[in-house]
């Protein structure tokens, strides 16, 4: 048999190439067999009836990464059309079952904790960078006290001086950074890349009210390359391939522990030198240094420094990237800056002609249109355009959501042959919600591509029954969002712990350049870019130019 073999393969035309154009040979035949493999695999053999439509795609593992990871609405969107709210599709290996609309997104937010896991999804990426025991690293039981723990630091007594805070850093940054040079140099116009400076502007800021004062002050030295290289750490690829071993992650291995000795530095020193004083402070840190957990074991000084990492690492990209979309936005309509100057100078007028400052009571209630700007950049940008949970049983699709309903043409629904049965997601595929999706729905907003914050003026747009009924997973009470198409912040037990104060933040980051400077954009709109965990605006059309108001 074997001299047979030899005998075919040395009258066989391959016989005569070379190594390397055997190598070059199989570098194409394989990959194409595979292909074929693939594809004969996804049209030919028969699937379970139960399990939702795949989207077609050619290559095995790398399935539709390419076109998700390109422009992700745009694939959503496009599979809807095809396969209705609930279809899965291939990403780099993993069955990735996306479930569309308010009803979809109920079922992986509010999903049940034996049904789908955040910590099973987020895990190798998340805990490289915020370190070990808290966050993804621990048992859910133990995230939901770690979340009331930062509850306790989210105060409003801390927020009434942050606000102070935030108007000085911003202040500073403007009369001070060479981004501002113009401006500073006696111009009345400047232009600015205003994704850089949001970028610097919210890590001031962040630093300065919840990072505490000695993280502010080390900004200008160490601690700002610490945060890059740790950043480098949150990217696609960490995701797709735990633990690979490339520069950038030994960069962040190595930043990890530098930052997280750096927390536990202050820590230490803080206990030293206080005992019985909190010398005013006002930060996370010292509201974390008094909490213990239900069984009476103190928060230790590790999980601190790896909760604070975890909260830089969540509220930087998410509140700059809302931040520059806002300021993006308000330059393409400068008649709503105005609105918003007419607002400060109507809440805030000092019977002097001039404006009194900032205050935290007047931003969280009596400045409506300034609240409307960051709810509707909110929906037309949110950050994360993608929510994941692992499934760890398999979870029944109802088939009202399985249902491909009046978002599909008839023609593609017949393609589809729906079954009126529901669909089960099996163990082991991945959940991904996707609210950006039905908050850009014309089927529930009027003109939905268009930025008007007066939607969420008055009444506003969404019924008050869309928000759900009000549940608590032990760190406060807050609304399911059951049939909400607005999620910004997710919904359930996951819900982001920051929205106040990102709303504190970006409100007064706002008001404060409302109240000095005007503005237009430089070029045009930026497209999205969706290359990082967070959609930014695309480079070079990041540019504002401000004018100082007289
Ligand atoms: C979770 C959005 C700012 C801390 C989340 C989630 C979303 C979100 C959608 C849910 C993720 C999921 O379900 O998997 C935003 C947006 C922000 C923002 C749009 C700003 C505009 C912040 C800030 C902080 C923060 C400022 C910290 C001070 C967190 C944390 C979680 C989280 C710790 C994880 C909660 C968990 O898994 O239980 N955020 N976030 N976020 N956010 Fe935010």
């Given amino acids: 048999m074997s001299d047979r073999l030899v005998a075919a393969w040395q009258a066989s035309p391959l016989a005569s190439l070379s190594h390397w154009q055997l190598v070059a040979v199989a570098a194409v035949v394989f990959p194409a067999i595979a292909v074929l493999l ?3 695999d996804q049209l030919l053999l028969p699937k379970k009836p139960s399990l939702p439509p795949h989207v077609f795609h050619l290559f095995p593992w790398i399935g539709s990464a390419v076109v998700y990871g390109m422009d992700p609405y745009h694939f959503f969107e496009s599979c809807r059309e095809k396969y209705g709210d609930v279809y899965t599709f291939t990403l780099l290996g993993r069955n990735m079952t996306v479930a569309l609309g308010p009803k979809g997104s109920n079922l992986i937010f509010n999903g049940r904790i034996t049904e789908v896991s ?7 990426l998340t805990t490289p960078v915020f370190g070990k025991d808290v966050v993804y690293d621990v048992p859910n039981a133990v995230l939901m006290e770690q979340k009331k723990f930062v509850k306790a630091g989210l105060s409003v007594d801390n927020f009434r001086i942050y606000v102070g805070q935030i108007v000085d850093e911003v202040t500073k940054f403007a009369t001070q950074d060479e981004a501002f040079v113009e401006l500073q140099n006696g111009s009345t116009e400047g232009s600015v890349d205003i994704f850089k400076t949001m970028c610097e502007v919210t890590i001031l800021t962040a630093s300065r009210t919840l990072q505490g004062q000695e993280v502010r002050d080390s900004l200008d030295k160490t601690f700002a390359d610490l945060y890059h290289d740790l950043d480098g750490g949150f990217i696609p690829l960490n995701f797709a391939i735990p633990n690979l071993p490339i ?15 750096f927390y536990m530095q ?7 030198s206080q005992v019985g004083s909190k010398d005013g402070r006002h930060d996370m840190i010292e509201a974390l240094m008094d909490q213990s957990y239900k069984n009476g074991r103190k928060l230790g000084d590790r999980e601190i420094a790896h909760i604070m990492i975890a909260l830089l690492m969540a509220g930087q990209h998410t509140s700059s990237a809302t931040g520059s979309w806002a300021m993006l936005r308000l330059a393409s309509r400068p008649e709503i800056i105005e609105r918003l100057y007419a607002e400060q100078k109507e809440v805030y007028d000092d019977g002097a002609g001039g404006l009194r400052e900032l205050d935290y009571d007047i931003q969280k209630n009596s400045v409506p249109l300034l609240d409307a700007v960051v709810r509707e950049t909110l929906r037309l940008h949110p950050p994360i355009h993608s929510i994941m949970r692992k499934v760890k049983t398999d979870i029944a699709v109802p088939a009202s959501l399985a249902s491909p309903q009046s978002h599909t043409s008839a023609a593609s629904l017949a393609a589809n042959k729906k079954t009126d049965a529901g669909y089960v997601i099996p163990k082991d595929y991945y959940v991904m919600a996707a609210p950006g999706v039905s908050q850009t729905d014309p089927k529930i907003w009027k003109d939905p591509a268009s930025f008007n914050p007066d939607r969420w003026m008055g009444k506003g747009e969404l019924e008050p029954e869309e928000q759900g009924e009000t549940v608590d997973y032990g760190w406060g ?4 969002g059951a049939n909400s198409p607005y999620l910004p912040f997710g919904a359930g037990r996951h819900r982001c712990i920051g929205e106040q104060f990102a709303y504190l933040q970006l409100g007064t980051i706002l008001a404060t350049f409302v109240r000095r400077y005007s503005w237009k954009l430089a070029t045009r709109f930026p497209d999205p870019d969706y290359n990082s965990m967070i959609v930014l605006p695309k480079a070079p059309n990041n540019r504002i130019i401000l004018k100082e108001r007289s």
């Fill in 118 to 124: 955040a910590e099973d999804a987020y895990t190798h």
């Fill in 477 to 480: 009470a807050i609304s399911s």
């Fill in 266 to 272: 202050i820590i230490e020193q803080r206990r030293k």
């Fill in 38 to 40: 693939n594809v004969i």
């Fill in 247 to 261: 520069p950038s992650n030994f960069r962040r291995d190595k930043a990890q522990k530098a930052m997280s000795d």
